[in-house]
Structures are given as structure tokens and as C-alpha cells.
């Protein structure tokens, strides 16, 4: 066991700091601080090439989306059925697990279980040390992300290339990922083309057209596949009844990775697994449509402990020659198991849909989030792994408008669990002014509108608020929080002609209307 | 039949227009509506801002306000959907099942599926476009209901809104806890309502509108903001023959 992890636990169940490393915000060593979505998103949002970059991405994934999942006639049954799946599963994690270790075992593969990121991270370098590599290359995984895969290898001398093209293209600019499909979605080709040509491509080489770009980096690429001794992937599914796990991407570097080098490590989290091969066949048909609106991904890999050599068949000549390592990672999972309404977030697949329909993702994109999972995902994830305090206002970066819900393959209700995930903020902001001076506002409307003597008079001097005041506010309202963030782009409601309830009472609701 | 009205809070304190249309109308066809003065607040802005607890109180109130209603209709789809769809998760499916929570009703819900109006005398010579509030569209599946209705008068001219289905950027405590991002959404909404050329903006829901006007007021343009409702009302006004043709229980 690590150092760090066996000191981290705090009391009462607190977030250990070693699980926050997902977080995009301030960091000493394993300490994080809190994300501050407010003031990051009113930052970014004035980035008007990221808006547009963002907002056509999102517009063509979206329509694309639609339109394959209309192809689909009992799309809503299988919606249903993925979600039925992932429920069952969660409930009886620990069997699934262990039937899974035991599978992989079985083939050939060696199981090992991460509690936090510090244990997942320690394990994947001595794994890379005994293989003696100095270099690795890297399937795309968020989990990798989520425990700080690749700076920790750096500190202790192993370099880790990124194959997938956006992934390699926020490696090479050091831009952090801003969507969880299609990382550098908030970069344009003239952007990516100029990345390239400052890196490891010559100046003035290269056209800004897509073609030409992935060529340069499948060239720049296929070096480092070819002399490569040890892959990292993380995993779309666990498969227990098989032992089996499957990958799904789109540009062939995943099998790439998966069939050359000698040596594999797979980080997953352990809310990937689910019960059997069928099982599996309802999530491929959901997560492409879903995902990148295709009605099937280019490669799908599937394999049992010891991968094969497709690529490369000499080397499977002995068979000790591969390995074959993975590594279950809870990191938080099982604390948000525990939460009934939240756990529905660890159904999630990482298909992304929920950010692609997002109109607040389009408008402020991925790194206003600063968390490895932006969007309305992120929103109800981030909190829950890493704990309320640090996790800030990410809960409240949503209108609830629920085209997430609407799209989410596994049905997972994203406006639900941000409402309770708000409400656990609320009682936690009880040790601060501001969460005071608001619980205290929300407590005096509270009574008022929960006693129709008080509704009554309040109602009934709300025109005359709007009356004498209103004006005077649409001019000075703006020095005035909260009322502030209203009256900045906003006039107030006019004056009504008093309430409905007083108009009804007295029998003049013909003078509230239109004339 | 006892029919009540639940205009909503916003409805009742600041934009009672609305209110007023719909129990005339309700009248009009035919309905005895009440609107039973016990009612405050559904509890909505509560629950969505994180004050639970609170919200499930206001939420007991409210729907005891209905006890002895067949049918309460609502003009306001953001707090039919926190009735219809928020509060069997917020007390129980149970408690919200027996409180009557499934009796609540949008009125075009009310018109069309209860009533079942066929055709609406009256006129209403405008060009109208219609924003679909989020809660119509994924709370209560209102689907094209308000609509229907409109397109029964004559003279209106219904022009569709490009984005529709997109938030007008309201979202409540949303609106001032990020008011930038708010802003820019109910911004791109406005290009397109200014972009249908439409004198006058509609919805099912008052709060959208109060965000929108809010904005079509401060840019200083020249746009009506109407509830779909008082579009309705106006335009069989004076109307002569009976408005109520239709098949519904009574």
C-alpha cells in the first residue's frame, strides 16, 4: 500500500486528497483546490473563437446523433434495458468483480485493485519499471486523466505518448482536454496545423486541411507504435462472465496499441463492469449513435487477459513474451454507490451526448468545468468524487433544461441528481457568510409562501415594489448583487395592476386584461 | 367536474394578465373554474436551488391547496412538470400519487385531451412566433399542444423559431447565480425571434417570458410578449357563438 493513500483518509468519511487529482484547479503536491465555475465560465465565455469552435462541433454531432438514433426503432426500449443492466450490475458490484478477476485470471491476465489515484498511478509505474521501458503509448482514458496518469510517469522518468489525434494534439499544445469525445474540440484545423508545425512537424510544412494533418500525425505516430514495449489503455466494458474487455475507438491507434507492444495495462474504473457478452451488444449499438453519431465504430477490440499479436504474429512465438495487467480502480466509486440518487452517475458509458446538447457547454466549453469531466456529466460526477467543498458550484452550472436526461443512452436523470447535489451544497454553505445570508433569504421566502396570510401581502405589494422601485433598479440595479446578474442584460417585470389573487377576490379581473 | 386554476406565483404576483386570460377563457368555454385562494408556491425555485426540506413542505401545502379538484390546470409548465414529475421523487411516489399530483394539468392539455376542442371562434390577425419552454417540451411532453390551439384562430400567422428546442437561458437562480452565460443564451434566443419577424412572442410559460421581455426591453425593442393564453382569450373576446364544441366530459 502507498504512503499517501494510507494517510488520507480523514474523518468521518471525508474525501481522501489523493482522489481530487481530477480537479483542473490550483495544486500543491496532492492537494487541490476548489473549482470556481462562476468566474472560470464568465472568462471563457468571452473567448469567441472557442464559442464558435464549440458550437459547430456540437451543432454537426447533434444532428448527426439525431439522425442515427431515429434509424433505431426500439431506441427507447434499449435505452431502457441499458439502464436495467447498469442498475443490476451496480447492485451486485462486488460479485461481478470478482467473477471478472477471476476470468482474467484465468486467461492469463493479472487483476489488480486501486483504491484512490495515488495506488493506481504507483502500481502502473512499478508495472512500466519492471518492464523495463523508459517510453509508453497511450490508448485514450479518461480514468488515466482522472488519477494524473501522465504527469506522474513524467516525474519518474517515463514519457507517455498520447495516439489518439485530439488527445495527441491537447498533449503537444499542453492544453488541458475540453471534452470528453473529442478533446481538442475547442481548437480549429488552423490551430491544430500550427500545433503541429511548432512540435515535431516543420515549419511551413503542413496545409491546414484535416487529410494532411492526421497524415503528419499518423507518421509521427507510427515510430513510436513500432518500438513501443509497453501500451496503457483504459476500458469501455468489463465483461465478468468472460473475463473480456472491450475498446472502442475510431482511428485504429487503440488496436494499434493493443496488438503491438509486448506488455498491456489497462486502468479502469470498476463501474465499467457488466454481467455478460449479450449485456455487451445493447451498449455497442447505444454508445457509437450516442457518442460520435456513427451507426458503428471503425474498431471495436475485444480481448481475454493476454491480448493477441494480430499485428506483429512473430511475437507471439513463446507466450510469456506478452503481458497482460489491469488495474480496477474505485477512487470514490463505492462512496457514491452509497448515495441513491448520485450512484445513477456511475451508469454513464462516457458517451458525451449529455455535452454535445448542453447549452451551457456550448457557451462556455470544457474548461470552465476545471474538472478531467466537463459538461452536465462532469457536473453531477466531479462533486460527487472529489466531495462538495471542493467541488464549488459546479451543481448550479446547469438551467436543469433536461436535453441531457433526453439524450443519455443509460438514462441517467442529470437534472435529478443536480438538485440533490445542490441541496447537499446548501447545507454545507451553512459556515459561510454568503451561504448563510442566502439559506437565511430562501428561509423568509420559505414562511411567506408557505402561509397564505403572509402570500397574501406579499403578493399584493410586489407591483408596488416593482411600481415605485422598479425603474430606479433597471438604472441601479446593476452595483446591486444579487440583483445584479439580472438587470445587467434584463429590465425588471412593469408594475402589474396588482396581484391576480386581489383582482379575483374583488371581482376586477376584467381590468387585468388586454385591452 | 370541479376545475381549479394554478396560475403559479409568478403568475399571480407579477404578470396576472396571464391569470385573468385563462380563467376568462376557462369561463368562455364553458368551464367553472375556481382559483382557490389557499395556494402560494409549488415549491420549485426552492427545490431547484438547493433548499430541499423547504420545497417539500411548500409542496404538501400546495397540493392540499387542490384537495377537493378534479382538475387543476396550469398555466405555467415549468411548475406543472415540478408537480407532475418532481414531486414523486420530492414525497414519495406514494404521497404524491394519493395528493393528486397526476390531476394537474397544462390547459392546453386541458382544452385538447379534456375538452376536446376542435375549433376556437376568433381572430387573431398578427404574425406570432412560439418559444417552446424546456419544461413543455421535456417535463410535461406537451409537444406541439399550445399550438394546435393557436392555429385553430384565424388572421394569425404562426412563424416557426429556428432553435427551438434550445433553453432560453432562465433556468431560475440560474439567471443571477450565472448571469453571463444566462445572458448570452437568452441573447442567441432573441437573435431569433428578432430573425422571424414576428410582432409578437408567445410561450406556455411566464417565467421564459419575464426572461425574455426582461432582455426585449432592455435592447429597447419593439416586440409584445403575450402568454399564449391572452392570445387566446383576446381573440374570442367577442366571439357570438358558443365557443364550446366538443366531445369532453362535463
Known amino acids: ?515 | 367536474m370541479k376545475v381549479a386554476i394554478f396560475p403559479s406565483c409568478i403568475v399571480d404576483t407579477i404578470f396576472p394578465e396571464a391569470g385573468a386570460a385563462a380563467i376568462r377563457l376557462l369561463e368562455r368555454l364553458g368551464v367553472d373554474v375556481d382559483f382557490p385562494l389557499e395556494q402560494t408556491c409549488c415549491g420549485q425555485m426552492h427545490l431547484n436551488t438547493g433548499y430541499e426540506s423547504r420545497a417539500r413542505k411548500l409542496a404538501q401545502k400546495h397540493l392540499s391547496s387542490f384537495n377537493q379538484y378534479d382538475w387543476v390546470i396550469g398555466i405555467s409548465t415549468s411548475c406543472t412538470t415540478m408537480v407532475r414529475e418532481f414531486y414523486p421523487q420530492l414525497l414519495g411516489a406514494t404521497t404524491a400519487e394519493v395528493g393528486g399530483s397526476g390531476k394537474f394539468l397544462e390547459l392546453s392539455e386541458f382544452l385538447l385531451d379534456v375538452l376536446g376542442i376542435t375549433e376556437l371562434e376568433g381572430t387573431f390577425a398578427k404574425k406570432v412566433t412560439f418559444h417552446t419552454s424546456c419544461h413543455s417540451l421535456r417535463g410535461i411532453h406537451l409537444g406541439d399542444r399550445p399550438q394546435r390551439l393557436l392555429s385553430m384562430l384565424e388572421g394569425i400567422e404562426l412563424i416557426p423559431l429556428p432553435k427551438s428546442d434550445s433553453c432560453c437561458g432562465f433556468g431560475g437562480t440560474f439567471s443571477i447565480k450565472n448571469s453571463a452565460i444566462s445572458t448570452v443564451m437568452m441573447e442567441e434566443k432573441l437573435a431569433n425571434v428578432y430573425w422571424t419577424g414576428a410582432e409578437v412572442l408567445t410561450a406556455a410559460d411566464s417565467s421564459c417570458l419575464m426572461n425574455l421581455s426582461g432582455g426585449i426591453q432592455a435592447a429597447k425593442k419593439q416586440l409584445a410578449v403575450m402568454h399564449y393564453a391572452e392570445i387566446l382569450e383576446v381573440a374570442t373576446r367577442h366571439s357570438q357563438k358558443k365557443l364550446l364544441n366538443h366531445s369532453g366530459e362535463k
Open chain 1, 1 to 515: 500500500m502507498s504512503k499517501t493513500s494510507s494517510t488520507v483518509h480523514g474523518p468521518n468519511g471525508s474525501i481522501p486528497k489523493a482522489n481530487t487529482w481530477l480537479l483542473r484547479t490550483e495544486h500543491h503536491g496532492e492537494e487541490r483546490g476548489r473549482t470556481y465555475f462562476k468566474s472560470r465560465s464568465t472568462r471563457e465565455i468571452r473567448n469567441l473563437q472557442m464559442r464558435k469552435n464549440i458550437s459547430h462541433a456540437t451543432t454537426t454531432i447533434r444532428e448527426k446523433r439525431k439522425k442515427v438514433v431515429s434509424e433505431v426503432p426500439n431506441w427507447e426500449d434499449l435505452r431502457t434495458r441499458a439502464s436495467q443492466i447498469k442498475q443490476h450490475t451496480l447492485a451486485n458490484l462486488d460479485v461481478y468483480l470478482e467473477e471478472f478477476e477471476r476470468n482474467v485470471t484465468k486467461a492469463g491476465g493479472k487483476v489488480h485493485w486501486a483504491r484512490d489515484a495515488a495506488e493506481a498511478r504507483e502500481i502502473a509505474l512499478e508495472l512500466v519499471r519492471e518492464s523495463g521501458a523508459s517510453s509508453v503509448i497511450k490508448v485514450k482514458s479518461m480514468v488515466t486523466e482522472e488519477i494524473g496518469l501522465n504527469a506522474y510517469l513524467s516525474e519518474n522518468g517515463i514519457e507517455a505518448t498520447e495516439t489518439d489525434l485530439a488527445e495527441l494534439i491537447c498533449q503537444l499544445a499542453g492544453d488541458e482536454s475540453s471534452h470528453i469525445l473529442v478533446p481538442a474540440i475547442h481548437r480549429n484545423r488552423v490551430e491544430i496545423r500550427d500545433i503541429f508545425e511548432a512540435t515535431f512537424a516543420q515549419k511551413g510544412s503542413l496545409e491546414a486541411d484535416p487529410p494532411k494533418i492526421a497524415e503528419a500525425a499518423r507518421k509521427h505516430l507510427r515510430e513510436k507504435f513500432l518500438r513501443s514495449t509497453v501500451a496503457i489503455s483504459g476500458g469501455n466494458f468489463l465483461v465478468a462472465e468472460t473475463g473480456s474487455v472491450a475498446i472502442v475507438e475510431s482511428e485504429g491507434n487503440g488496436r494499434m496499441c493493443l496488438t503491438l507492444p509486448n506488455n498491456v495495462i489497462s486502468i479502469v474504473g470498476i463501474e465499467k463492469v457488466i454481467p455478460t457478452m449479450e449485456d455487451l451488444e445493447v451498449f455497442l449499438t447505444l454508445l457509437p449513435r450516442s457518442s460520435t453519431g456513427e451507426r458503428m465504430n471503425p474498431y471495436t477490440t475485444i480481448w481475454t487477459g493476454r491480448p493477441p499479436a494480430q499485428m506483429a504474429p512473430e511475437k507471439e512465438t513463446t507466450e510469456d513474451r506478452k503481458s497482460y495487467n489491469i488495474i480496477l480502480l474505485d477512487n470514490g466509486r463505492t462512496r457514491v454507490l452509497s448515495d441513491e440518487v448520485g450512484s445513477q452517475a456511475l451508469a454513464c458509458i462516457r458517451c458525451s451526448a449529455c455535452l454535445n446538447v448542453c447549452p451551457v457547454y456550448e457557451r462556455v466549453g470544457g474548461h470552465s468545468y476545471e474538472s478531467v469531466y466537463p459538461g452536465p456529466i462532469g457536473a453531477i460526477l466531479t462533486p460527487q468524487l472529489v466531495g462538495d467543498e471542493l467541488a464549488g458550484d459546479l451543481a448550479f452550472a446547469s438551467t436543469l433544461c433536461g436535453a441531457c436526461y433526453e439524450v443519455c443512452p443509460v438514462k441517467i436523470n442529470i437534472p435529478e441528481i443536480l438538485i440533490h447535489l445542490r441541496s447537499i451544497h446548501s447545507d454545507h454553505r451553512r459556515d459561510t457568510m454568503s451561504g448563510n445570508l442566502e439559506r437565511g433569504s430562501f428561509g423568509i421566502v420559505g414562511i411567506v409562501m408557505g402561509n397564505t396570510n403572509l402570500f397574501n401581502i406579499a403578493s399584493s405589494s410586489v407591483s408596488l415594489i416593482l411600481k415605485y422601485g422598479g425603474p430606479l433598479l433597471n438604472r441601479v440595479g446593476k452595483y446591486l448583487p444579487p440583483i445584479n446578474g439580472w438587470v445587467e442584460s434584463r429590465n425588471l417585470p412593469k408594475a402589474p395592476n396588482g396581484s391576480l389573487r386581489d383582482a379575483y377576490r374583488k371581482g376586477t379581473l376584467d381590468d387585468l386584461l388586454k385591452k
